[in-house]
T-cell receptor
Framework: KAGVTQTPRYLIKTRGQQVTLSCSPI?????VSWYQQTPGQGLQFLFE???????NKGNFPGRFSGRQFSNSRSEMNVSTLELGDSALYLC?????????????FGPGTRLTVT | AQRVTQPEKLLSVFKGAPVELKCNYS??????LFWYVQYSRQRLQLLLR??SRESIKGFTADLNKGETSFHLKKPFAQEEDSAMYYC??????????FGKGTHLIIQP
């Protein structure tokens, strides 16, 4: 089975721009969660999608949003980028909602905001 | 609010020595606790969870509700254990809350 894939792997954006990151889950997995990883704050939960609906949301501003498509692929969007948004964004998929112990992580997208 | 604390950013031990990575948590209910590991140039992956009470790669972790701890232990460290280790908590239906991680280095 192919693992979780994330595109692009690296991205450089300018403050004020917006960005869209993509995550393709493992085939058959219907839940996708997103995490932000920074040196200062560590790994932080962004949101979880299941059956095209956001089920959980972490403590992030509204500039961070996401969606899930009928094939379970997910995108996250960050609008009006700030320098502090520079981070590694990880997505993880699991077969069902809330099954974190069956979660598989992708390689991440490294976003640099200048 | 839920919180996970890993007091050691870096832990260096010699091969064959015992290893203990500390994790303390704060949560008012009954949490699910996990240990994740990230080897160099590899993806983050689940190592073990408290519910399963199993030993993975020689590692064990016991949930101590009185001390609100979930320390990861291994009696004899091996060089291939060198990695970043993250303790994580899931309270209710929320997403995972991670600690800042401990970089474990096993010296030959």
């Amino acid at each position: 089975k192919a693992g979780v894939t994330q595109t692009p792997r690296y991205l450089i954006k300018t403050r004020g721009q917006q960005v869209t990151l993509s995550c393709s889950p493992i085939s058959g997995h219907r839940s996708v969660s997103w995490y932000q990883q920074t040196p200062g704050q560590g790994l932080q939960f962004l949101f979880e999608y299941f059956s095209e609906t956001q089920r959980n949301k972490g403590n992030f501003p509204g500039r961070f949003s996401g969606r899930q498509f009928s094939n379970s692929r997910s995108e996250m969007n960050v609008s009006t980028l700030e320098l502090g948004d520079s981070a590694l964004y990880l997505c993880a998929s699991s077969p069902l909602r809330g099954r974190v112990y069956e979660q598989y992580f992708g390689p991440g997208t490294r976003l640099t905001v200048t | 609010a839920q919180r996970v604390t890993q007091p050691e950013k870096l832990l260096s031990v010699f091969k064959g020595a015992p290893v203990e990575l500390k994790c303390n948590y704060s949560y008012s209910g009954s949490p699910e606790l996990f240990w994740y590991v990230q080897y160099s140039r590899q993806r983050l992956q689940l190592l073990l969870r408290h519910i399963s009470r199993e030993s993975i790669k020689g590692f064990t972790a016991d949930l101590n509700k009185g001390e609100t701890s979930f320390h990861l232990k291994k009696p004899f460290a091996q060089e291939e254990d060198s990695a970043m280790y993250y303790c994580a908590l899931r309270g209710g239906a929320d997403g995972l809350t991670f600690g800042k991680g401990t970089h474990l280095i096993i010296q030959p």
